[in-house]
């Protein structure tokens, strides 16, 4: 147990209290310890009193409901971080509501209370205590959004949109994610998709139209006075069509733009090398860069990748991708071995047997591509133009169901890219099936 050394024994040593024979100025009235004082408590002490009472019942006794989560907090690496949360604006009040039974323990609660980060963080943290059952905690937001949406439209087009969320937006995720949940871009897409809907269903209210009787002319016009989203409203016409929801009017397709900065091979291995390195950067950027560099591995990826997907043995260390697991070069091998062995941890809360190699600041769940990206641009690497420069490389140095099996990209697309930089790998794959 650390000690606070504020003492001297007999030959001037700075030592703790016991060793100099002294009382102990410093410890926990409560129970004696010294480590990660607050005052007059260490921080567990302060962390049991503080929850104690914010998941008490009405007769000062824990709610049966949250005992896991009880130990769940006290399971800290430092309780003086729980402690500081459970006093945010919000936190203290939804949990205090729900343990005298004034709201139910429930994701309906938590549905009332919004969306926002805070409240995601909350409620990802009862999943993660076991006190409430796993949701997909992004898709259920988003259909707490379309339900905000849905009350700005009349009824006809309310009923519209809501049909679209239910049987589109959400059979798709569902298809599309059978046995994992989706994430965060996926579903900022979708949201992007339901307001550029609402936002067209809301011009036509104003202009005294609907969608059954809007014309070719009002969407041409809307798409080039009003909003240039079309792209984002090509599924729902197509859909509402075929429903019948709409008469046979459609947007075009905007032509893509602004096409990426080539990175070159020279500042591709400049990157690698400092990357190999350079021990004084972070190692999950270190990790996730050599990752992006070498293997052309997309941030959505590399965020979701899990301890399984790596296997290290005495000679080697391999790393799954996709289909076919792809060996390590030794000095990548060597940094993975540490890092599994000291992962970064970023939760304050318990990470025990957690599955994910990057975990994030949400209990239960990994970092996210965008944090991924900050962490390579903070040392100079666009994640975008450093995966082509990959992809370029691994084309024109391997055969595209080579590429596809190992590193997960679509055998069109690895082809593609071979075309792209001058492969002359063609006609491996039908050699490869008569074999």
Not at 94 to 120: E, F, Q
Not at 143 to 159: D, I, K, S, V, Y
Not at 398 to 419: C, I, K
Request: charge should be neutral; charged fraction near 20%; hydrophobic fraction near 40%.
């Amino acid at each position: 147990m650390p000690k606070v050394l504020a003492f001297h024994d007999e030959e001037r040593n700075v030592v703790c209290a016991a060793c100099a024979g002294m009382p102990s100025r410093f410890a926990c009235r409560s129970c004696g310890s010294e480590e990660q004082l607050t005052g007059a408590q260490c921080g567990t002490c302060r962390l049991k009193d503080r929850a104690s009472k914010v998941l008490a019942r009405e007769d000062g006794t824990l709610h049966p409901g949250f005992v896991s989560l009880y130990e769940h907090l006290l399971s800290a690496p430092d309780a003086r971080n729980v402690t500081r949360w459970l006093r945010r604006d919000g936190i203290s009040t939804a949990l205090r509501r729900m343990a005298l039974g004034i709201a139910p323990i429930s994701h309906t609660t938590l549905d009332l209370l919004g969306t926002s980060p805070r409240i995601r963080y909350l409620r990802r943290l009862l999943i993660s205590a076991k006190t409430l059952p796993e949701i997909d905690i992004y898709v259920n937001d988003l259909g707490l959004f379309a339900q905000r949406l849905l009350e700005t439209l009349t009824t006809e087009h309310a009923h519209v949109l809501s049909r679209y969320y239910r049987w589109h937006i959400l059979r798709s995720l569902s298809q599309r994610y059978p046995n994992t949940h989706a994430s965060s871009s996926v579903v900022d897409s979708r949201r992007h998709q339901l307001t550029a809907i609402r936002d067209l269903l809301a011009w036509l209210e104003g202009q005294g139209q609907s969608l059954s009787t809007a014309t070719q002319g009002d969407l041409d016009h809307y798409s080039a006075q009003i909003a240039n989203t079309g792209n984002a409203l090509m599924t729902f016409l197509t859909w509402a069509r075929t429903n019948r929801h709409a008469t046979d009017v459609e947007v075009q397709r905007r032509a893509g733009t602004n096409a990426r900065p080539a990175v070159s091979e020279g500042e591709r291995w400049q990157h690698i090398d400092r990357l190999l390195d350079d021990d004084e950067l972070p190692v999950t950027t270190r990790i996730v860069g050599l990752f992006v560099l070498l293997f052309a591995q997309s941030l959505a990826t590399c965020a979701q990748m899990k301890h399984s997907d790596i296997t290290i043995t005495d000679e080697s260390v391999s790393v799954r991708f996709a289909t076919d697991p792809v060996t390590m070069p030794r000095a990548v091998g060597d940094l993975l071995r540490t890092y599994v062995d000291d992962p970064a941890v970023r939760t304050i809360y318990r990470t025990e047997g957690t599955e994910w190699l990057f975990s994030g600041l949400m209990p239960t769940t990994h970092i996210t591509p965008s944090r991924l990206g900050e962490l390579l641009l903070a040392v100079g690497i666009s994640p975008r133009t450093a995966k082509d420069a990959a992809m370029r490389h691994l084309a024109t140095a391997l055969p595209a169901r080579v590429v596809a099996d190992a590193f997960g990209v679509a055998e069109s697309t690895a082809a593609r890219w071979s075309q792209l930089s001058g492969g002359t790998w063609n006609d491996y794959p039908q050699l490869r099936e008569q074999n």
